[in-house]
């Protein structure tokens, strides 16, 4: 089974690169972006009886940083 | 006095942080390797140095975090064992809860590679009580991930607690509040983004770093 992670700063946590990419966007004349934040994607292949919890428990412990960072897990 | 120095695969200031361990305690220090699960009985101060551990993957000190040698390094926090981490290793202290907070990439982006003034915040700690407080020290930095997050409320409580142990003079990476060096609720864990090690010799440019090493290893004159 298939299972996406997807981590992302949480609101108010500054986001360097999100800005570089924003200025970068600019600089190749994109008008109109408001604002830019960088996340990452994770894409987990699990045991079918992999359970919400034990998915759960893998982004606490350590594919988010709970003290920065949000997740949200995706499956099928 | 047994030190302990760990070495994760990507580490670059273990040989360093041995140098003024055995400098100042007359002993070398036990260069622990990550996947040990025991530091050698009766280790009495244990020292994460700086580097790039398993190359920053994930999150910089992430993965250093969860390896099998930071279980014995948390149980020895517990019984009061002084514990520095410096630059990588305070990103692995903050990464193992055992600090608060988190390093986030710096606010301009750069890697940040000077010698930087530090403002002495906690003069009372084991690891700074060679400082006086508010005494500004020469200190050098090397880092590309230094910037310390933590939210307002624990911000105000490690203030207010005095477990904020450094500050840079200047602004240096976009920390919260300045913040360069924070200590745990016991007060025997420090971690710091500043290299002391590379500041314990009149050749290094000044020795600074060194009366660290003196106040936390009990050879105060």
Known sequence: ?76 | MKTAVIVFPGSNCDRDMAVALEQVTGRAPAMVWHRDTDLPDGTDFIALPGGFSYGDYLRSGAMAARSPILRSVADAAGRGVPVLGVCNGFQVLTEAQLLPGALMRNAGLNFVCRTVPLKVENSQSLFTASYNAGEEINIPVAHHDGNYFADAATLDRIEGEGRVAFRYADSVNGSARDIAGVLNDAGNVLGMMPHPERAIDRAHGGTDGLRLFEAALGVLA
């Open chain 1, 1 to 76: 089974m298939k299972v996406n992670v997807y981590v992302t700063l949480k609101p108010g946590v500054l986001d360097p690169q999100g800005k570089a990419i924003h200025h970068a966007l600019e600089g190749l004349g994109f008008g109109g972006v408001a604002d830019v934040r960088a996340g990452r994607f994770i894409e987990l292949d699990v045991a079918d009886d992999t359970s919400d919890a034990d998915l759960d428990a893998m982004c606490a412990k350590l594919l988010a940083n709970t003290v920065i960072e949000n997740y949200r897990i995706e499956r099928p």
